[in-house]
Every structure is written in C-alpha cells, then in structure tokens.
C-alpha cells in the first residue's frame, strides 16, 4: 500500500507508445497500484535504448547505458534510485541517486537516460507528487506550437541548401 501524502511515489515503466500528433515516442510509468500513469515524450534514440532493456535485445556491443552500468559496477558504484523531481516548461527533469561505501552522489539527468539506467540495473524509479500534479496541467498546445515552428524552420533550412553546401559529403 503506498502513502498518498508521500512526497515520492514509487512508479515502474509499463510502456512505450507513439503520440500519434507528434510521432514522438512515450513512455509511460505507472505507480504499483496502476492508480496514477505519467506519461513522458523522449526522443527516438532514448526511446530505442529503454526498449532493448525493455525487451531484453542482447546487443553484440554495449550501448552507452549498458557502458555506464558496466562501469559503474567496476568501481562498486550502486545506482540507490532514480526520482522524475521537477517539471517545468513541459520538460521533465530527473536525477540519479548513486551510493558507493557511505557516499551519496546526486546526478542531474534527463528523465529518459534516468529511467534506461534504472532499468539495466534494477533500480528504483521514483516521481515527485509535485510532478504528476503539474504533469496533469501541461499545456501540450505550447509544446506543439513550437515543435510544429521548429520542423517549418528546419524544412526551409533544408530546402534551400545547394549542393556545395554539403562541401566534401556531396552526393
């Protein structure tokens, strides 16, 4: 049974889905009790590291989460908890919570590197209460107003390229 007043909720990730406005991937957590779901918008790439732990896809080489799990296990590192701890201008925030003989360490990381390195070493994910409150208020219209802004800019930076432009790399 989880307290309702804590300010940390326990969450585990029960997902990855596309918005099917933005074609961007999702991932979703869930608290333990599947009472409460925060869903969270990251990029194909981080999308595709969570989904190979997800599925269990053995990798003839070690991608950049499963190295940093590598080496924090070489240097006796252990990975306490990972906590989602802010939201603010629709962008999450989270942290990882290292401990090695009686140190804490407290690293600033994007929610999605969080959650992939909870995942290949079996470690806590947390949310702040705070988090999902706010979370329940996004303005997703902001967001893609700007994503639809940013994609216009870029097609038009595209667009007008010459081939000289792509110097050596011409094809």
């Given at each position: ?17 596309i ?19 925060l ?20 990798l ?5 989460h499963?190295?940093l ?14 906590e ?13 919570f290292?401990k ?18 909870a995942l ?39 667009e ?12």
């Amino acid at each position: 049974m989880s307290d309702e007043n804590a300010p940390l909720i326990r969450m585990k990730v029960t997902g990855l889905t596309i918005d099917p406005f933005t074609n961007m991937p999702i991932i979703i957590l869930k608290d333990f009790e599947e009472k409460m779901a925060l869903p969270i918008w990251i990029g194909l790439i981080e999308a595709s590291a969570i989904a190979t732990e997800l599925e269990k896809i053995q990798l003839a080489r070690p991608m950049t989460h499963d190295l940093l799990r590598n080496i924090l296990r070489e240097l006796e590192v252990e990975v306490a908890k990972v906590e989602v701890n802010d939201l603010a201008d629709n962008t999450f925030y989270a942290k990882v919570f290292l401990k090695r003989d009686d140190e804490e360490i407290v690293m600033d990381a994007r929610p999605s590197d969080a959650i992939a390195i909870a995942l290949r070493t079996g470690s806590p994910i947390f949310v702040d209460r705070r988090v999902m409150e706010k979370s329940r208020r996004i303005d997703l219209s902001k967001t893609l107003d700007e994503d639809k802004a940013k994609q216009q800019k870029w097609t038009e930076i595209l667009e007008n390229l010459s081939p000289e432009d792509f110097g050596k790399y011409k094809m």
